[in-house]
């Protein structure tokens, strides 16, 4: 008897706080609208995007492209189902 064992790829959204400005370039040009500002400030007083729907992201790097401050990155996470 064989196992099937089925996997799907969903997205691990990172972003660096250290890095990020709160511009929201990476949420404009988000083709699946995955991002969304944030409304809590952070200690900078900057609103950070957030990942309100990675299971929607299809890992297109639009993101990471356009982030002028290299503050976002997705990755591929595996996850068994």
């Given amino acids: ?9 969903l ?3 990172f972003i660096d706080r250290r ?3 709160g511009c929201g370039i990476c949420v ?6 995955v991002l969304e500002m944030g409304s809590d ?3 900078r007083g900057f ?9 929607d992201c299809s890992l297109c790097g639009l993101c990471e492209l356009y982030c002028p401050d290299f503050a976002i990155c997705a990755r ?3 996850k068994d189902e």
Avoid: S
């Fill in 47 to 55: 609103h950070m995007p957030e990942p309100r729907r990675a299971e």
């Fill in 76 to 78: 591929e996470e595996l």
């Fill in 1 to 9: 008897m064989e196992a099937r064992i089925e996997a799907k790829v």
């Fill in 28 to 33: 404009e040009f988000c083709p699946r609208k």
């Fill in 41 to 43: 400030m952070d200690e």
């Fill in 11 to 13: 997205a691990k959204i």
């Fill in 19 to 21: 890095l990020c400005k």
